[in-house]
């Protein structure tokens, strides 16, 4: 089975910090995404890469960038924490050859940022 | 632009009941719908898809037909269980290489014994 790992479950951050979100998969799959869930709205896509080193901004990439040095890994970076980014952040990957459409997403188990 | 819009929740339901969320999509081509669930705590995962108009998916007993006249994929359970609690979401996608999904805001289910 695909595993898709985010490195921390659960953080607590200070307004203004710097805050890393990692991100891992094990299935050698091109696509890779973040998605912020809250209560009322959804998932929203923030960014999502479609191959190394490539990247393309989703719907609220304002305060938010991204990193995919590897294929396996996509970080999530927030320059400065604001409180407004308090929610869960989802990571999730699939295969991304042609006709990508039908293929499955495979999330991870999210990361539930509070700053304070 | 596309976009998924399903019902509002929560829903709740006695133990054996019959349950429907109905989604309904907007999208240029021809998109592959989904259905995903998130169960307390957990990530998302899939619970079934379909990749052209008519085809119906179906898993662990819900089932969801892929309605091309009416863009609907509306998600059904003939009895749910207590366990069938979670957040449902539906989802589109256009198949081409390097696009995302696009989710509806989920709808929360709640099953009573």
């Known amino acids: 089975d695909v595993k898709v790992t985010q490195s921390s479950r659960y953080l607590v951050k200070r307004t203004g910090e710097k805050v890393f979100l990692e991100c891992v998969q094990d299935?050698?799959?091109?696509?890779m995404f973040w998605y912020r869930q809250d209560p009322g709205l959804g998932l929203r896509l923030i960014y999502f890469?479609?191959?190394?080193?490539?990247?393309e901004k989703g719907d609220i990439p304002e305060g938010y960038s991204v990193s995919r040095e590897k294929k396996e890994r996509f970080s999530l970076i927030l320059e400065s924490a604001s409180t407004n980014q308090t929610s869960m952040y989802l990571c999730?990957?699939?295969?991304?050859?042609?006709?990508?459409?039908?293929?499955?997403?495979?999330f991870g188990a999210g990361s539930r940022l509070t700053v304070l | 632009g596309d976009s998924v819009t399903q019902m509002e929740g929560p829903v709740t339901l006695s133990e054996e009941a019959f349950l429907t969320i109905n989604c309904t999509y907007t999208?240029?081509?021809?998109?592959?719908l989904f259905w995903y669930v998130q169960y307390p705590g957990e990530g998302l995962q899939l619970l079934l898809k379909?990749?052209?108009?008519?085809d119906k998916g179906s898993n662990k007993g819900f089932e969801a037909t892929y309605r091309k006249e009416t863009t609907s994929f509306h998600l059904e359970k003939g009895s749910v269980q207590v366990s069938d609690s979670a957040v449902y979401f539906c989802?589109?996608?256009?198949?081409?290489?390097?696009?995302?999904?696009?989710f509806g805001k989920g709808t929360t289910l709640s099953v009573s014994s």
């Open positions: 379909a990749t052209k108009a008519d």
């Open positions: 999730a990957s699939r295969t991304g050859t042609r006709g990508t459409g039908a293929n499955v997403l495979t």
């Open positions: 890469s479609y191959d190394v080193k490539m990247k």
């Open positions: 299935m050698d799959h091109e696509n």
């Open positions: 989802a589109l996608s256009i198949n081409q290489a390097g696009t995302a999904l696009i």
């Open positions: 999208a240029t081509g021809y998109p592959s």
